[in-house]
């Protein structure tokens, strides 16, 4: 085991840092074990840019409905809507597949 630094953003999520000293049982080698500590957690006013990416995607969908609605009620821009429709959905699958690192990243912690 050996020491990092860790930030911890406001969404909740971290991220490992600067490597800080190694534990007792690596010193020797001068290699680092995989097993990480924290040696100073510091927080970060900000949140972590997958929830940022996620956030961004996120508005992107809403402005995308939005835009879609208003078409379909004017009938307008057939063509356009069904190009937005199609990015929507893009959309939504990268915000699950970004669920789902997130979760696979939980477990491993
Ligand atoms: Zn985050």
Same mark, same amino acid.
């Given at each position: 085991?050996?020491?990092?630094?860790?930030?911890?953003?406001?969404?909740?999520?971290?991220?490992?840092?600067?490597?800080?000293?190694?534990?007792?049982?690596?010193?020797?080698?001068?290699? $680092?074990?995989?097993? +990480?500590?924290?040696?100073? &957690?510091?927080?970060?006013?900000? /949140?972590?840019?997958?929830?940022? =990416?996620?956030?961004?995607?996120?508005?992107?969908?809403?402005?995308?409905?939005?835009?879609?609605?208003?078409?379909?009620?004017?009938?307008?821009?057939?063509?356009? $809507?069904?190009?937005? +429709?199609?990015?929507?959905? &893009?959309?939504?699958?990268?915000? /699950?597949?970004?669920?789902?690192? =997130?979760?696979?990243?939980?477990?491993?912690?």
């Amino acid at each position: 085991m050996c020491f990092y630094d860790q930030q911890i953003f406001v969404c909740g999520d971290h991220k490992w840092g600067r490597f800080r000293a190694h534990c007792n049982k690596e010193y020797r080698t001068g290699e $680092t074990c995989g097993m +990480k500590l924290i040696y100073e &957690a510091s927080r970060v006013a900000s /949140k972590c840019q997958m929830c940022k =990416k996620y956030e961004v995607i996120w508005r992107k969908i809403v402005s995308a409905k939005e835009r879609v609605a208003r078409w379909e009620t004017e009938s307008i821009n057939p063509v356009s $809507t069904d190009k937005e +429709k199609d990015n929507i959905a &893009a959309w939504q699958r990268e915000l /699950k597949d970004m669920e789902l690192m =997130k979760q696979t990243k939980m477990r491993t912690i």
